[in-house]
């Protein structure tokens, strides 16, 4: 079995806004109940077979500490010590919807090392990382999953080192956090069509209702879904959509000045054909 590597999964278990319904004090057990947020955040924190300790501390799963065999056989008994150091969550930088990304500050238990850990839309977050650790195929890999109706995001990480103050870095701002992080995967969600969401949209435009769909996911995911459930029924090629459109300018930082801004309906990306990314 693979390990995820530890900045990775840092990034995965660590960078939520999961809560816990408890008070997270000595002895006090956490259900997967007691968690409340994100579905996706949970399931992602689940999956890794980790859980709140807290609302701003996460740690492995009682099961995990004690069957480790399969995860850990190539670490040694430090390095798989190591690895399950629960996280304790300094400061959120939360999700915005203009941003389309959220970062937190966070340690590993027994270290002063400060992380950055940050998520979000890839084509947002590719600005944002340190150039020689994007692949070649950065855009491909992450276009090839949206044109599946899937849910992507881009994961990058800092290590702030252990003087780094948090309460200095919150004055600065995220703007100063979010930079010459290294890019760490992409996370892909797979979240599954309800068993009757095709015959309720067929039931609506049969009884002459418009169907829309309102998303904040990106336009790929989004036409992919609808596609599904019968919203639209283009193929990939024969769908548009609206874009911003500069002509005349430079292809500097001012080309909005300097050119024409306009909102027009394209092909969306010809770049997505469908073919798997190797």
Known sequence: MNVIPREVLRVMVGCQSLATTTGGGPGEVVTEEDI???????????????TLRSSNTVCPKSSIMTNTTAM?????????????????VHHRFTFSSRLKRMTVLARDAQSRDLWALSKGAPETLHALLDKTSIPSNYEQVYKYHMGLGQRVLCMGYRNLGSSADVSDLREKGRSYVERDLIFGGFLVLDC???????????ELKSSCHDAVMITGDSVLTAAEVARQVG???????????????????????????????????VPMDDDNDGTKPK
């Open 36 to 50: 409340i947020g994100d579905p996706l955040e949970k399931a992602v924190l689940l999956g890794c077979n980790w």
């Open 192 to 202: 599954p069509l309800k068993s009757d969401s095709c015959r309720v949209i067929k």
């Open 72 to 88: 850990t056989s190539s670490m040694s008994s430090s390095s798989s010590s190591a690895y399950l150091k629960p996280i304790s």
């Open 231 to 265: 919203i639209i029924g283009t193929k990939p090629k024969d769908t548009y959509e609206l874009k911003k459109v500069v002509r005349g300018g430079s292809g500097g930082a001012n080309e909005e000045e300097e050119g024409k801004v306009s909102f027009e309906f």
